[in-house]
């Protein structure tokens, strides 16, 4: 069974760091490309950053650039979000994704991931 499983969410204060961890089972993810999304209460779930599958190319929501830092380790079937300078505004619960369907390039669209994990809570408080 296909599973991603989001972990490394948790409580911060405004300015501080967390890092998340989606770990990929069931199949080799090297050929998707993958991503993050979030979904803040009373919002629709967004993009945030998404990867090539050789993790060579990123794009972010302008809301992250510079703060955030999307990675990935197909050698071990893991990606990561690495989130500095934290801001209320980024309180979330936050989902990785996988999209299957082509290897090249990278997508904000929702649409386009098929794999979904179940998500991890970020809260940052003042």
């Known amino acids: 069974q296909v599973q991603l499983v989001e972990s490394g969410g948790g409580l911060v204060q405004v300015g501080g760091s967390l890092r998340l961890s989606c770990e990929a089972s069931?199949?080799?993810?090297?050929?998707?490309?993958m991503g993050w999304f979030r979904q803040a209460p009373g919002k629709e779930r967004e993009f945030v950053a998404g990867?090539?599958?050789?993790?060579?190319?990123?794009v972010y929501v302008d809301s992250v650039k510079g703060r955030f830092t999307i990675s990935r380790d197909n050698t071990k079937n893991m990606m990561y979000l690495e989130m500095n300078g934290l801001k209320t505004e980024d309180t979330a619960i936050y989902y990785c994704?996988?999209?299957?369907?082509?290897?090249?390039?990278?997508?904000?669209?929702?649409?386009?991931?098929?794999?979904w994990g179940q998500g991890t809570q970020v809260t940052v408080s003042l």
């Open positions: 994704a996988a999209d299957s369907s082509t290897p090249v390039g990278v997508t904000r669209s929702e649409s386009r991931y098929d794999t």
């Open positions: 069931g199949r080799t993810f090297s050929r998707d490309r």
């Open positions: 990867i090539s599958s050789t993790g060579h190319t990123s």
